[in-house]
Each structure stands twice: as structure tokens, then as C-alpha cells.
């Protein structure tokens, strides 16, 4: 059974990203027009299960699924869409997940929605903190039930996600957004 941990953050997992977002540029090559960091592990003092997500964007996610056998290579299992149509999702590590990769196809809407999430928490330390003693407590009281976990996040995180996009949204009106991994 998978224990639910929660640790502070820790600066070596931009490294991690970087590294891992180079093997990515290896494996889809041209099909591949950038790769964001993403999730909890992306945002400095943020305390976060010690899984990097990376966010592929491809020209064609159709064309993904050629590229397979070179993610199984590197350790990935595929999972298909996981249910997020026009994803296709690859964790790698079992058990003692290490990675989780989100591909989608440019202007996905997910994209938007990840990175405001994402940028929203970097530039909003209060909420993070509230996210972050959220994940602890949940971790603590489920240390064995990631689902219960999971569950227990979901009405924050769409609270600060409806916050994010209107944030996102504002900032993008006002010229002042660009994107960084």
C-alpha cells in the first residue's frame, strides 16, 4: 500500500524537473513545443508529495501515442487519457512514484487551467501556506488512503483554481502574463 507523504519543499526538484523535461525534449523531438512544471512541487515553499509533474505540450496528441515505447524505455507506464480527454498521462516510478507526465495538444484548455493554478500559488504565498497546512493534515490523517487524501483537497483546490483563472484571466487583459516553465 502507498503511503501519503507530504514534505517541505525542496529545491532540488526544479533540477529534477529540468533533468526530466530534457529527456522529454529527447523523446517527442519536434512534435514537442514546451514543457512546463507543474503541480505542487513547482511552487517554492510549498509543501508537496515528492512527485514532479511535468506538462508536455505537442502539436498533435494524436501523435503521442507513437512515442510509447520510448517513455516505457525511460521507465514510464502509459495510461492513456486517464480520464482527462485529450490527455495522455505516464507515471513512472510504481509504487514509489517519481514523475507523472500530463501531454496535451496546444491551446487544451487543461494547459491554462494548470499553469494559472500553478503561477497563481507562486505569486499568492497566503494561499499556498492555507493549501500547504491543508495537504499536512490530510497527509497525517490518511497517511494510507490516497483517495481519501485526494478527496479532501478537492474543495480547496477548486476554490483557489476559480481564484486563479479569474487572476489569470485579469493579468492577461492587462499584458503582464507570460508563461514560464
Same mark, same amino acid.
Given at each position: 500500500m502507498r503511503k501519503v507523504e507530504v514534505v517541505p519543499h525542496h529545491p532540488a526538484w526544479s533540477e529534477r524537473f529540468e533533468e526530466e523535461a530534457q529527456k522529454l525534449r529527447e523523446v517527442f523531438g519536434e512534435e514537442l513545443i514546451r514543457v512546463y512544471h507543474i503541480g505542487s512541487t513547482s511552487v517554492p515553499g510549498l509543501e508537496a508529495k515528492p512527485v514532479i509533474d511535468l506538462l508536455p505540450v505537442v502539436k498533435e496528441i494524436s501523435r503521442v501515442d507513437r512515442f510509447r515505447p520510448p517513455m516505457e524505455a525511460l521507465g514510464y507506464e502509459a495510461m492513456g487519457e486517464y480520464g482527462i480527454p485529450g490527455r495522455r498521462f505516464f507515471r513512472k516510478g510504481g509504487e514509489n512514484r517519481t514523475h507523472h507526465?500530463?501531454?496535451f495538444e496546444e491551446g487544451h484548455s487543461d494547459i491554462r487551467r494548470h499553469l494559472a493554478f500553478r503561477d497563481y500559488l507562486r505569486t499568492h504565498?497566503?494561499? #499556498?501556506?492555507?493549501?500547504? #497546512?491543508l495537504k499536512q493534515r490530510l497527509a497525517h490523517r490518511f497517511p494510507t488512503d490516497l483517495k481519501a487524501y485526494m478527496d479532501g483537497k478537492d474543495g480547496l483546490i477548486k476554490e483557489i483554481e476559480a481564484l486563479a483563472l479569474q487572476w489569470h484571466r485579469e493579468k492577461h487583459r492587462e499584458g503582464k502574463m507570460t508563461p514560464s516553465s
Open positions: 507526465v500530463h501531454v504565498p497566503e494561499e #499556498a501556506a492555507r493549501y500547504g #497546512a
